[in-house]
């Protein structure tokens, strides 16, 4: 394909006079910070187990406590599997998107707009409405995928982040995550309306998501 | 895990000066573009196993660039995606932009040069700042602006020219100005 527009006249004069900023230090700074925090050292299991049972525990005291541990950690999952599960499918879903450029289907802040197509695409609608006087405009709408369920997502902003919300059926056969869960910097809080459960989910802090799904409740209970 | 840690530092750091410059152009102050940049970074370590051996810079330019976008949006500005391709639909804006073809840019002293390029650049739109920066500043290919920004290659190129456009018009208004001035 040849770029028969081009104009290096203006390239040039953008080239030579366009402003750069570099990065500020602080800002670097704050960056390696958050890549250290989120690498750490990982102690692991066995780690765990001899800081909390001292170094005098001999090898099969270890062995021992680490099956005891194990045990525990399992049944914290069996006590609630699917429910954890659809947390770590939520999280990925919501970071997919939230790094795709393309990822709001349908770019409005328009619930009557964004209601139809949700009730297109999904054959269902969640209540939809818009929050931007309190700071929380609504972005748009796309589809979400939870182990090949697809679900209505309203997606809204919070300065430079995007809250997720699922829209998820009680007949589709996914169990909601705890009422207030995180995960890995993403924060999850759970309702429901008229029979329809949310699940909104984003990387903004706890409290910010809990008013955010507190108001977004009172608003999609209220008639019309 | 520290080999995961050289991996995200060696992916990140080399770009934060164009993930930077960026995002200051697009929000346009300093505060704003240090928050973009450092919640896009958070997102791109939680997110890094999307990067799959691939280039690491327009990935995550276009993280900086998504984070920048949902930021304007929030502002109440319409995102580069839905409004750049009716921006010249207007038959005004057209005749301008023609007008703005003819005739060669008119040489000014250095330091004025300067101060009109960055004021031209900075009333774009959003759309047309985005490929500019990309295009000129960071010398990015067209495949890998189209990675950034989430459209066709085609799109990107056709938006180019137009931004080009735009600014060489905005750049001779300044001009017809200033010689009345």
């Given at each position: 394909m040849t770029d028969h527009e081009q104009d290096p006249e203006v390239s040039e004069l953008v080239k030579s006079a366009g402003e750069r900023y570099p990065a500020p230090s602080a800002l670097r700074r704050a960056v390696l910070a958050d890549i250290r925090a989120r690498t750490g050292?990982?102690?692991?299991?066995?780690?765990?187990?001899?800081?909390?049972?001292?170094?005098?525990?001999?090898?099969?005291?270890?062995?021992?406590?680490?099956?005891?541990?194990?045990?525990?950690?399992?049944?914290?999952?069996?006590?609630?599997?699917?429910s954890d599960s659809t947390l770590y499918a939520l999280a990925a879903d919501h970071a997919r998107a939230v790094v795709t450029a393309s990822a709001i289907e349908v770019n409005s802040s328009d619930k009557h707009t964004v209601k139809p197509w949700l009730s297109a695409k999904l054959g269902y609608s969640p209540v939809v409405v818009d929050l931007a006087d309190a700071s929380f405009p609504l972005l748009g709408g796309r589809r979400g995928f939870l182990g090949g369920v697809p679900l209505a997502v309203m997606v809204y902003g919070f300065k430079e982040h995007e809250i997720d919300v699922y829209a998820i059926r009680p007949d589709a056969g996914i169990a909601l995550p705890r009422t207030h869960a995180s995960l890995d910097g993403y924060h999850v809080v759970t309702w429901s309306v008229n029979g329809m459960n949310y699940v909104a989910m984003s990387d903004v802090d706890a409290e910010r998501l809990e008013a955010f799904g507190k108001l977004l409740k009172s608003r999609q209970a209220q008639p019309g | 895990m520290s080999a995961r840690r050289g991996e995200l530092e060696s992916a990140l750091l080399p770009h934060l000066d164009a993930g930077y410059n960026l995002a200051r152009w697009l929000v346009g102050n300093d505060s704003e573009a240090n928050d973009v940049v450092q919640s896009a970074c958070v997102r791109a370590i939680q997110y890094f196993s999307s990067l799959r051996g691939s280039d690491a810079k327009p990935w995550f330019l276009g993280i900086v660039r998504n984070t920048c976008m949902t930021a304007l949006k929030h502002r109440g500005e319409r995102a580069a995606d839905i409004d750049v391709e009716s921006l010249l639909e207007s038959p005004a804006e057209s005749e301008a932009l023609g007008a703005g073809r003819e005739g060669p840019l008119e040489p000014?002293?250095?330091?004025?040069?300067?101060?009109?390029?960055?004021?031209?650049?900075?009333?774009?739109?959003?759309?047309?700042?985005?490929?500019?920066?990309?295009?000129?500043?960071?010398?990015?290919?067209?495949?890998?602006?189209?990675?950034?920004?989430?459209?066709?290659?085609?799109?990107?190129m056709s938006r180019l020219s137009r931004a080009r456009r735009q600014f060489r018009a905005a750049y001779a208004l300044l001009d017809e100005e200033s010689a009345r001035d």
């Open positions: 050292a990982r102690t692991g299991v066995l780690g765990h187990v001899r800081q909390w049972f001292g170094p005098g525990l001999g090898q099969v005291g270890v062995a021992f406590a680490t099956g005891a541990v194990v045990a525990f950690v399992a049944l914290q999952f069996l006590a609630r599997p699917s | 000014l002293l250095r330091r004025d040069v300067r101060d009109r390029v960055n004021r031209v650049l900075r009333q774009l739109p959003a759309g047309f700042k985005e490929v500019l920066v990309l295009r000129e500043m960071e010398e990015l290919s067209y495949d890998d602006i189209a990675l950034v920004t989430g459209v066709p290659i085609g799109t990107v």
